[in-house]
């Protein structure tokens, strides 16, 4: 199983674009402004540049691990990996198998709602127990702590989506 770089990249351009829409005033920005203790002057200055620049690397270091979570053929490979020169060979029996393997189940459950609903789940398991953790010994509130996880909800969700279905 291989990387899809394209895949990646673009599912690492959604949690941007959907911070966008979720930080958006109109939506649920001034909410988290609030919540966070943020005002529009404490915005201004900060090196917009090196934060959108650093969201994107983390963003693609996310994409990358969501492979894992989404694609089950991702599993196939690692469960052989230490059987690198016999994969190449699809005459040896580690080959064959993966041959056999990768013909028959290779497409199955390559989908974007297969893999959004397990960026959802991981969302919801790995995620918000990460947010509600901070959020509660940094003393925010629910309503701050709903918020970082809807955005990460949704995000991820998208990002499952994506790398799942594009083959």
């Known amino acids: 199983m291989h990387m899809n770089f394209i895949a990646i990249l673009v599912a690492a351009l959604v949690p941007m674009l959907v911070g966008f829409i979720w930080y958006h005033p109109k939506v649920v920005g001034n909410a988290w402004m609030k919540e ?17 620049g650093l969201s994107f690397v983390f963003a693609l270091m996310l994409s990358m691990s969501m492979q894992m979570l989404v694609i089950h053929q991702m599993h196939v490979g690692s469960l052989l990996q230490h059987h690198q020169d016999e994969l190449k060979d699809p005459s040896s029996a580690v080959g064959a198998l993966f041959k056999t393997m990768m013909d028959n189940y290779g497409n199955e459950f390559r989908t974007f709602k297969h893999g959004a609903f397990h960026g959802f789940i991981s969302s919801l398991f790995i995620v918000l127990p990460l947010v509600a953790t901070n959020g509660m010994f940094e003393r925010k509130s629910w309503k701050y702590i709903w918020i970082i996880w809807g955005y990460w909800a949704l995000t991820f969700t998208i990002m499952g989506g994506i790398i799942c279905a594009w083959q």
Request: hydrophobic fraction near 40%; glycine fraction near 12%; aromatic fraction near 6%.
């Open 36 to 52: 966070t203790g943020l005002t529009e002057e404490k915005m201004k200055g900060v090196n917009m540049p090196l934060i959108f």
